[in-house]
């Protein structure tokens, strides 16, 4: 029978749970549950990091730019296909 | 369904698009085949129906960002639910924005709006895997969660025939409601009857209006879910879950 998993940190712990990012086997100490997954402390802090860290400003501009051209296009072939249908009946 | 109380922000957000809809095809149905004829008429409604979408999709994402929280921690959240991140909004008005264009691009197509259908529901179950501004990640997590097509293609039709359903369930509602106001004294029901008709072309765009607008809350959790339930088989996140699930009972 194989022995019980234990905590990567803390080897005299037995393991509660696994970091969905690096598998690793954590004691409850070590850990976190953020938005329902486990996570160990460097991977949580890794993902903060990720969302915290600030978008380019060229990509805003980016996305901006491109989502009302989008719109302002959506807006112009709505009304040329819807025409060019009616004009079929 | 612990998110169904933001359900009502999601229709609130959702009315003004939908029934800008109904009034741009109900004005297109007046100047018939003369359209070409009226392009200030419908562009200045097309203007206003695009304008309104910007508010739906402020209200889906709140929406979706729920499902997700209540998903995660059985409960609905408080006010967490109103903070969906900037890059998580921007992609997804970028995303449903292409998917509006791709949509109208490929009416004539008949399988085009399909599949514009079938990516705007990707794109606000895919919306909060965006961390980060760009305008390539977005479409590259779609494309990624559209390896399967079999799912979303199911989803598809399975809300179609909901629309369907619900539309029937709407006719009927009003019918039955002259019907039991008709026993009040002083109601006018052959005028109200002869305005829930078939024959009435405002009553069934409203009526359809009001179809898309009932079933949008279900179109959208059904795609969280299965955004999530693609990720939990990518990472194993399923089966830990389920390990969890486990100790907790015994």
């Known amino acids: ?89 | 369904m612990t998110a169904a109380p933001w359900a009502a922000l999601l229709i609130a957000t959702s009315i003004p698009y939908r029934f800008l809809q109904a009034i741009f095809l109900d004005e297109l149905f007046e100047v018939g085949e003369n359209a070409a004829h009226y392009g200030h008429l419908l562009g200045g409604t097309a203007n206003l129906t695009v304008a309104s979408i910007l508010i739906a999709f402020f209200g889906r994402a709140v929406y979706a960002r729920v499902c997700r929280l209540s998903i995660a921690r059985g409960h609905a959240p408080g006010r967490e639910g109103w903070r969906v991140p900037g890059a998580a909004l921007a992609s997804y008005i970028l995303t449903g924005s292409a998917a509006v264009l791709g949509g109208f691009l490929s009416t004539l197509t008949l399988l085009g709006p399909v599949v514009a259908v079938m990516f705007a529901g990707l794109a606000i179950g895919t919306m909060e895997l965006n961390e980060r501004v760009s305008v390539i990640a977005p479409f590259r997590i779609i494309l990624r969660h559209s390896r399967r097509l079999a799912i979303p293609f199911a989803l598809v039709l399975v809300f179609f025939i909901a629309i369907l359903v619900v539309f029937a369930n709407l006719a009927f509602t009003f019918g039955l409601g002259v019907w039991l106001a008709s026993a009040i004294g002083g109601f006018d029901a052959p005028k109200w009857n002869a305005l829930f008709t078939t024959d009435n072309r405002r009553y069934m765009l409203m009526l359809l209006a009001g179809a898309l607008v009932i079933i949008e809350p279900f179109w959208i959790a059904a795609h969280v879910i299965y955004v999530r339930k693609a990720g939990a088989q990518e990472s194993g996140d399923d089966l830990r879950a389920w390990f969890e699930e486990l100790r907790r009972a015994s």
Not at chain 1, 13 to 29: G, H, I, K, T, V
Not at chain 1, 32 to 48: D, M, N, P, V
């Open chain 1, 1 to 89: 029978m194989s022995s019980p998993a234990r905590c990567a940190t803390h080897a005299e712990r037995p393991a509660y749970a696994r970091c969905m990012a690096c598998s690793a086997m954590l004691c409850q100490e070590c850990a976190t549950q953020w938005e329902g997954i486990w996570h160990c402390a460097s991977c949580l802090a890794k993902k903060r990091g990720n969302v915290v860290a600030r978008s380019p400003f060229l990509a805003w501009i980016g996305v901006i730019l491109f989502s009302l051209t989008f719109l302002y296009l959506g807006a112009r072939v709505m009304v040329w296909t819807s025409a060019l249908i009616a004009s079929w009946f």
